[in-house]
T-cell receptor, first 112, second 113 residues
């Protein structure tokens, strides 16, 4: 059974204070690892897909990296508008694929 | 370009009642998945529909059922509602043949009282 563990559960940063969010996973054959951003009461908003160890992707102040056991979401010089819950999910080959297994998320608060 | 549309946005039901939630997928997508997200938790996979058939199912009881129509839209039905069914129900559309590419709707907030 695919499993995803995210840490920390909550993170409070000052504006401009860079940090990283962690996503540890176990999966029988990784088809893809996904990062989403979720604002309160809204659906998850897609950020990145990573397919294989060593892959990196960037978007504005965010950078996602992937190893065989974990992924990191690095946030550089965050702004208050980056405050949200960040979800990590994996899609594995077992069970026919096409199913996401999510972690519980990291709730990020960026303060002025 | 319309994304995933879910209705209604909010719903209050009484224990024991039945509820139907609706989802219209993003244009070009043929697969619909449903997720349940309890407060403070990550989304949990309920089931997935492609070509009007249930293709995969998560660890949810038979009280949860669904349907997909020829136009790819989908319904989620929950019978005999329990207080624990209170959650945000998310619909995600995708293309069956592709990895990832999921687009989520804004969800339906169901409250069971």
């Amino acid at each position: 059974e695919d499993q995803v563990t995210q840490s920390p559960e909550a993170l409070r940063l000052q504006e401009g204070e860079s940090s990283s969010l962690n996503c540890s996973y176990t999966v029988s054959g990784l088809r893809g690892l996904f990062w989403y951003r979720q604002d309160p009461g809204k659906g998850p908003e897609f950020l990145f897909t990573l397919y294989s160890a060593g892959e990196e992707k960037e978007k504005e102040r965010l950078k996602a990296t992937l190893t065989k056991k974990e992924s990191f979401l690095h946030i550089t010089a965050p702004k208050p508008e980056d405050s949200a819950t960040y979800l990590c999910a994996v899609e594995g080959v077992t069970g026919g694929g096409n199913k996401l297994t999510f972690g519980t998320g990291t709730q990020l608060k960026v303060e002025l | 370009d319309a994304g995933v549309t879910q209705s209604p946005t909010h719903l209050i039901k009484t224990r024991g009642q039945q509820v139907t939630l609706r989802c219209s997928p993003k244009s070009g997508h043929d697969t619909v998945s449903w997720y349940q997200q309890a407060l403070g938790q990550g989304p949990q996979f309920i089931f997935q529909y492609y070509e009007e058939e249930e293709r995969q199912r998560g660890n949810f009881p038979d009280r949860f059922s669904g349907h997909q129509f020829p136009n790819y839209s989908s319904e989620l039905n929950v019978n005999a509602l329990l207080l624990g069914d209170s959650a945000l129900y998310l619909c995600a559309s995708s293309t069956w043949s592709a990895v990832g590419g999921y687009t989520f709707g804004s969800g339906t907030r169901l409250t069971v009282v």
